[in-house]
């Protein structure tokens, strides 16, 4: 198969959104492809040591008439270089607004110079921003003019096609994870970080947005160390991080709650623990969970958005229904203290991130959408989504 050089758009954020894009790059440059990463600062999981990987940082210069600076089109015309310049193939973006709007821009411009484009939609730009009146009209034309668009899961697929009233032309391909790097720790090393007894290690990691409802994972925390002793470690950083603090203190478990913030290689923290607590309202995917899994550690999750595509509950996962989550701290004691149903499902959490979410099977995915795409092109534009 010929190698492609492919333009990447993509937020830098801890947001999934930018971690797969970051990951996906990553497994399509080892193939040989040659990446062109988009974004306003470096991907917070991107490392430059392949060569074949290349950032481009959008600048955004200020001007005293623009009130807002205009990100998207400074984002376009730094594309259209890059695309003339480099020749590339095709431009895949991750999140639809203001990306998707941005590369259709420049296949505008750039006319006839053919340029497929193909739209990853991760969740919330369908599930909040595309449904914000504000957004709407230009999330819908996004999707219909792209040249491809895939969804992270069959939740979202349907989701878009009810919002947008679109019939067909839209891929599920799910997220991944990289099992070499994710995987359970052989020695206690990184869970000794945490606790030096015998007690259970608790994570949750997000970006602390309201949607995630990390306060509940406080809550349901107490509740647990009622039951079995145990330490809570939250990860990541966002508006609702001081509700959780102070949630903490409020509860009296305020010196078992460790406050790590933002951090890179979480691939290093998640083996330390037992279970992974994700309260969300809705999660299109819930990568998060994903990567907790691949490191045998088994996920207490809502039963919401595409979780349940990720998650077999009761299998390699718990589901809790959103009516019984003011229990989720007793589903969480009841499986801390059954140490024989804890390691079946943590080797069955493992099992089921390797062979469900494996990174190859999805990067082929990714290379067959583009590889179809370039097929069309000799021919003409190849036929709009919806
Ligand atoms: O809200 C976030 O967690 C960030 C957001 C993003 O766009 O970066 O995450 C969404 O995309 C992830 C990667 O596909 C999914 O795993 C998350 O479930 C999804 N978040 C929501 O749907 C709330």
């Known amino acids: 198969m010929s190698s492609l050089k492919i333009g990447v758009v993509c937020y830098p954020t801890f947001g999934g959104s930018g971690v797969i894009a970051t990951e996906l790059g990553k497994g399509l440059a080892e193939r040989g492809h040659e990446i062109h990463l988009f974004s306003y600062a470096p991907p917070a999981r991107l490392d430059l040591f392949d060569a074949r990987i290349h ?17 998207d089109l400074a984002l376009a015309s730094r594309l259209a270089e890059v695309v003339e310049d480099a020749n590339l193939d095709l431009v895949h973006v991750h999140y639809a607004i203001p990306h998707t709007i941005a590369a259709l821009l420049v296949k505008d411009i750039l006319a006839p110079r053919s340029l497929p484009v193909v739209t990853t939609l991760h969740g919330t730009d369908i599930t909040v921003v595309g449904q914000d009146p504000s957004y709407k009209r230009v999330t819908r034309y996004a999707i219909r003019n792209s040249d491809a668009v895939t969804s992270v899961s069959a939740y979202l697929k349907k989701q878009t096609q009810e919002v947008f009233g679109l019939e067909n032309g839209m891929v599920v391909i ?16 990184i869970r000794s970080c945490f606790t030096r007894g015998p007690e259970k290690v608790l994570m949750h990691i997000s970006n602390f947005r309201a949607v995630k409802r990390a306060v509940l994972v406080v809550e349901a925390f107490a509740d647990v160390v009622r039951e079995t002793p145990a330490t809570l470690v939250m990860i990541g950083d966002g508006p609702d991080r001081s509700a959780c603090e102070a949630r903490a203190q409020a509860l009296g478990v305020k010196d078992r709650v460790r406050f790590l913030g933002a951090q890179t290689d979480v691939e290093h923290l998640l083996p330390a623990a037992d279970a992974f607590l994700l309260p969300s309202e809705y999660e299109s995917f819930g990568l998060a969970a994903l990567e907790a899994m691949a490191c045998g550690v088994v996920p207490v999750t809502t039963r919401a ?28 004691a009841d499986l801390l203290t059954d140490t024989e149903r804890l390691e079946r499902m943590s080797a069955a959490a493992r099992a089921g991130a390797v062979d469900r979410f494996g990174r190859d099977a999805v990067v082929s995915q990714y290379e067959s959408v583009y590889r179809s795409l370039l097929a069309d092109t000799p021919q003409g534009e190849p036929a709009p989504v919806g």
């Open 55 to 71: 950032l481009h940082e959008v600048e955004v210069s200020s001007y005293p008439l623009f009130k807002y600076p205009p990100y």
């Open 174 to 189: 799910p997220n991944f994870v990289d099992s070499q790097r994710f995987k359970p720790e052989t020695e206690s090393r």
């Open 305 to 332: 958005g595409g979780l349940p595509e990720v998650i077999r509950d009761g299998e390699d996962g718990i589901l809790v229904e959103d009516d019984e989550i003011a229990s989720m701290g007793r589903i969480v």
